[in-house]
C-alpha cells in the first residue's frame, strides 16, 4: 500500500511525504511513485500518525481482558479500526487464580496474535498490591500487600507481565520495585496515598511512570505534593493521564503536559467495556458500572475507568489542553512504545509498524491502514 500525499509525523515533526508499507512493515518514505498494481490511499488533507499505542486499557466495546482470550481477541480486533497498533491489556483486582486466568489469556494472544488486530505488548497488572484509601473502582477484598510470593502465584506459567501499579508506601513496596525491575517490568505509582518522598525513594529503586496522573492517589497540595508532585517534579518519571475532559480538567492536562513534555508524558485510555459503546449500564471487575453522556461510574458515583479512545485524547490535548501537536502526538506514539522497550512501533519510520493512523485538520479520526 502506498499513502500518498499526506502530512506525515516523522521524527518529531510533520513534513510532507508518502509512505509505502509493505508486509505490515514501512518499506519507504519520501516522493514514491506508485508501482504497478498498487494499493493507493490518498492521504490528501490529512495528517499521517504513526499507530497508536495504549499501555492501560482493560476493554474495549463490551470485551473485557478478565472474561479470556475471546475478549482480548476482540480488543485486539477492535482497537485496530480506532488507530491502536499496539496495546498492553491492564488486569485489575481479583483472586489469584482469577488473575493468572486473565494473564494467560494475554500471553495466548501476544503469542499467536489476530490476524488483523493491534499487537499485543504484553499484560500490564494494575492490582492487587493497591492502597484501600484510593482503591477507586478496584475491589478492595482483593488487595494485599506487595510480597513475591503472591506475585509469583499470579503469573505462574507466563512471562507476559510488562508493567505493574503499585503503591509504593505499602510494606515491601520497595523490595517488590527492585524485584520487578530485575525482571523488566516496568513499575508504576497509583491508588496511592504516598508522600513525595517515598515516590522519590521508590524511584530510586526503580519505579519509572505515575498511573492516570492526580485520580486514585494522594492529591497536590503546596506543602504536601504527593503522588502527582512528586511524578511531576521528578525527571526519571514519565506521567500516564486520561484526557478525556473528566478525569482531568483541561488546564491540569495542560500543567501536565508542560510539566513533562513530549518525552514525559503518556497518554492512556484507562477504557472499561463501554468504551465505543452507547450508554447503559455495563461491567467492572463484577461491579456494576453506569454510563451516562459517556461518564462510567459504580453507584456510589466513583469514576470507574474510561470511555475513551485514545484518537479521541490526542483530540482533546490539542483543542482543549491546547497542546501542540508535535507535543501531543509522541505522548500516544513514540514515548509509551518506548517507556515499554517496544521496538518498531510509534515511529514512521523503515522496518516499523505499517499501522497509520490518519487525522483530520480537526484532529478527528479519518481511518486507518491496516
Same mark, same amino acid.
Given at each position: 500500500m502506498l499513502v500518498k500525499n499526506g502530512t506525515a509525523f516523522i521524527g518529531d515533526r510533520f513534513t510532507r511525504a508518502d509512505v509505502r508499507v509493505e508486509n505490515g512493515k514501512i518499506a519507504q518514505i519520501g516522493d514514491l511513485q506508485p508501482r504497478e498494481g498498487e494499493e493507493i490511499r490518498?492521504?490528501?488533507?490529512?495528517?499521517v500518525l504513526p499507530g497508536l499505542v495504549d499501555i492501560h486499557i482493560h476493554a474495549y466495546a463490551g470485551a473485557d481482558c478478565m472474561r479470556g482470550e475471546g475478549d482480548v481477541r476482540r480488543m485486539s480486533e477492535g482497537l485496530l479500526k480506532t488507530g491502536v497498533a499496539a496495546f498492553m491489556p491492564t488486569t485489575m483486582s481479583a483472586p489469584i487464580e482469577a488473575t493468572n486466568r486473565a494473564l494467560r489469556a494475554i500471553q495466548a494472544v501476544r503469542d499467536m496474535p489476530c490476524e488483523k488486530g493491534a499487537a499485543?505488548? *504484553?499484560?500490564?497488572?494494575?492490582?492487587?498490591? $493497591?492502597?484501600?484509601?484510593?482503591?477507586?473502582?478496584?475491589? *478492595?477484598?482483593? $488487595?494485599?500487600?506487595?510480597?513475591?510470593?503472591?506475585?509469583?502465584?499470579?503469573? +505462574?506459567?507466563t512471562d507476559c507481565v510488562r508493567m505493574m501499579t503499585l503503591a509504593p508506601e505499602l510494606p515491601g513496596a520497595l523490595d517488590m520495585v527492585a524485584y520487578l525491575k530485575a525482571r523488566g517490568v516496568v513499575t508504576c505509582a497509583a491508588h496511592s496515598n504516598a508522600t513525595a518522598e517515598e515516590v522519590h525513594a521508590a524511584a530510586d529503586r526503580g519505579l519509572t511512570q505515575i498511573t492516570h496522573l492526580f485520580n486514585a492517589q494522594s492529591p497536590l497540595h503546596h506543602r504536601k505534593p504527593g503522588v502527582p508532585g512528586a511524578g511531576l517534579a521528578d525527571e526519571r518519571i514519565i506521567v500516564q493521564a486520561i484526557a478525556d475532559g473528566l478525569h482531568l480538567h483541561p488546564d491540569t492536562l495542560r500543567i501536565a503536559a508542560l510539566c513533562k513534555g513530549a518525552k514525559g508524558m503518556v497518554l492512556i485510555s484507562d477504557s472499561m467495556e463501554a468504551a465505543g459503546m452507547p450508554d447503559g449500564q455495563y461491567d467492572l471487575g463484577g461491579q456494576a458500572v453506569f454510563v451516562k453522556n459517556g461518564e462510567a461510574r459504580l453507584a456510589d458515583g466513583v469514576i470507574a475507568g474510561s470511555t475513551l479512545v485514545l484518537h479521541r485524547a490526542i483530540h482533546n490535548m490539542i483543542t482543549l489542553a491546547k497542546m501542540p501537536p508535535e507535543t501531543v502526538i509522541p505522548m500516544a506514539t513514540s514515548t509509551p512504545a518506548d517507556s515499554v522497550g517496544a521496538k518498531g512501533y510509534g +515511529?514512521?519510520?523503515?522496518? !516499523?509498524? *505499517?499501522?497509520?493512523? $490518519?487525522?483530520?485538520? *480537526?484532529?478527528?479520526? !479519518?481511518?486507518?491502514?491496516?
Amino acid at each position: 500500500m502506498l499513502v500518498k500525499n499526506g502530512t506525515a509525523f516523522i521524527g518529531d515533526r510533520f513534513t510532507r511525504a508518502d509512505v509505502r508499507v509493505e508486509n505490515g512493515k514501512i518499506a519507504q518514505i519520501g516522493d514514491l511513485q506508485p508501482r504497478e498494481g498498487e494499493e493507493i490511499r490518498s492521504a490528501a488533507g490529512l495528517y499521517v500518525l504513526p499507530g497508536l499505542v495504549d499501555i492501560h486499557i482493560h476493554a474495549y466495546a463490551g470485551a473485557d481482558c478478565m472474561r479470556g482470550e475471546g475478549d482480548v481477541r476482540r480488543m485486539s480486533e477492535g482497537l485496530l479500526k480506532t488507530g491502536v497498533a499496539a496495546f498492553m491489556p491492564t488486569t485489575m483486582s481479583a483472586p489469584i487464580e482469577a488473575t493468572n486466568r486473565a494473564l494467560r489469556a494475554i500471553q495466548a494472544v501476544r503469542d499467536m496474535p489476530c490476524e488483523k488486530g493491534a499487537a499485543v505488548l *504484553g499484560a500490564h497488572m494494575e492490582a492487587p498490591f $493497591l492502597c484501600e484509601k484510593y482503591k477507586g473502582a478496584q475491589l *478492595g477484598e482483593c $488487595l494485599m500487600n506487595p510480597s513475591v510470593e503472591a506475585y509469583e502465584a499470579m503469573t +505462574r506459567g507466563t512471562d507476559c507481565v510488562r508493567m505493574m501499579t503499585l503503591a509504593p508506601e505499602l510494606p515491601g513496596a520497595l523490595d517488590m520495585v527492585a524485584y520487578l525491575k530485575a525482571r523488566g517490568v516496568v513499575t508504576c505509582a497509583a491508588h496511592s496515598n504516598a508522600t513525595a518522598e517515598e515516590v522519590h525513594a521508590a524511584a530510586d529503586r526503580g519505579l519509572t511512570q505515575i498511573t492516570h496522573l492526580f485520580n486514585a492517589q494522594s492529591p497536590l497540595h503546596h506543602r504536601k505534593p504527593g503522588v502527582p508532585g512528586a511524578g511531576l517534579a521528578d525527571e526519571r518519571i514519565i506521567v500516564q493521564a486520561i484526557a478525556d475532559g473528566l478525569h482531568l480538567h483541561p488546564d491540569t492536562l495542560r500543567i501536565a503536559a508542560l510539566c513533562k513534555g513530549a518525552k514525559g508524558m503518556v497518554l492512556i485510555s484507562d477504557s472499561m467495556e463501554a468504551a465505543g459503546m452507547p450508554d447503559g449500564q455495563y461491567d467492572l471487575g463484577g461491579q456494576a458500572v453506569f454510563v451516562k453522556n459517556g461518564e462510567a461510574r459504580l453507584a456510589d458515583g466513583v469514576i470507574a475507568g474510561s470511555t475513551l479512545v485514545l484518537h479521541r485524547a490526542i483530540h482533546n490535548m490539542i483543542t482543549l489542553a491546547k497542546m501542540p501537536p508535535e507535543t501531543v502526538i509522541p505522548m500516544a506514539t513514540s514515548t509509551p512504545a518506548d517507556s515499554v522497550g517496544a521496538k518498531g512501533y510509534g +515511529r514512521i519510520e523503515p522496518g !516499523a509498524c *505499517g499501522v497509520l493512523t $490518519l487525522m483530520d485538520a *480537526g484532529w478527528n479520526l !479519518a481511518g486507518v491502514t491496516a
